[in-house]
T-cell receptor, first 111, second 112 residues
Framework: GNSVTQMEGPVTLSEEAFLTINCTYTATGYPSLFWYVQYPGEGLQLLLKATKADDKGSNKGFEATYRKETTSFHLEKGSVQVSDSAVYFCALRSHNNDMRFGAGTRLTVKP | DTAVSQTPKYLVTQMGNDKSIKCEQNLGHDTMYWYKQDSKKFLKIMFSYNNKELIINETVPNRFSPKSPDKAHLNLHINSLELGDSAVYFC???????????FGSGTRLTVV
């Protein structure tokens, strides 16, 4: 079945450091891929998405590229801020509409 | 505001009680979901409804019963609450497969 594996946290970085959170997936067909962010005490918010191979999703300085050949959708940001501290979820959605989430990666950015 | 809204935000109750969580979306989406998030942030799908019909019913105790009076509402009723039911419950809705889900802000349930 479809599944998502993302790097385990927690991840702790200093402000302005480069961020990568790895995500790989297993799916039949051509799913859409997503990154969600959950700030403390809040629900999940869609951060970015990509719906086909080689698409790049981007938002708020974050980027992720849909790599079919490596079945990956790694999240990157060139310079993190304290306000980026949150839990990040990778997810895929197949065309039967079932969304699968990874286990989440907690990011803490220190000043 | 267009959104997914769920109430209450916090719910503290004793073991054995029955409680309900309500969810409403005004996004015009056809599909609604209930997720349970444990203390380690793991998200587990519980139920999915498409236009008032049950689509997904994962392995969830039958003490949990979803009710969808119309496609804009999906409520969750829980009977005979147990300590292990303590978690954050999220409602979500979605349109087609190329789009993500829109989540509510969550209901933190604490069973004492």
């Amino acid at each position: 079945g479809n599944s998502v594996t993302q790097m385990e946290g927690p991840v702790t970085l200093s402000e302005e450091a480069f961020l990568t959170i790895n995500c790989t997936y297993t799916a039949t067909g051509y799913p859409s891929l997503f990154w969600y962010v959950q700030y403390p005490g809040e629900g999940l918010q869609l951060l970015l998405k990509a719906t086909k191979a080689d698409d790049k999703g981007s938002n708020k300085g974050f980027e992720a590229t849909y790599r079919k050949e490596t079945t990956s959708f790694h999240l990157e940001k060139g310079s993190v801020q304290v306000s980026d501290s949150a839990v990040y979820f990778c997810a895929l959605r197949s065309h039967n509409n079932d969304m699968r989430f990874g286990a989440g990666t907690r990011l803490t950015v220190k000043p | 505001d267009t959104a997914v809204s769920q109430t209450p935000k916090y719910l503290v109750t004793q073991m054995g009680n029955d409680k309900s969580i309500k969810c409403e979306q005004n996004l015009g989406h056809d599909t609604m979901y209930w997720y349970k998030q444990d203390s380690k942030k793991f998200l587990k799908i519980m139920f999915s409804y498409n236009n008032k019909e049950l689509i997904i019913n994962e392995t969830v105790p039958n003490r949990f019963s979803p009710k969808s009076p119309d496609k804009a509402h999906l409520n969750l009723h829980i009977n005979s609450l147990e300590l292990g039911d303590s978690a954050v419950y999220f409602c979500a809705s979605s349109g087609d497969a190329d789009h993500g889900y829109t989540f509510g802000s969550g209901t933190r349930l604490t069973v004492v």
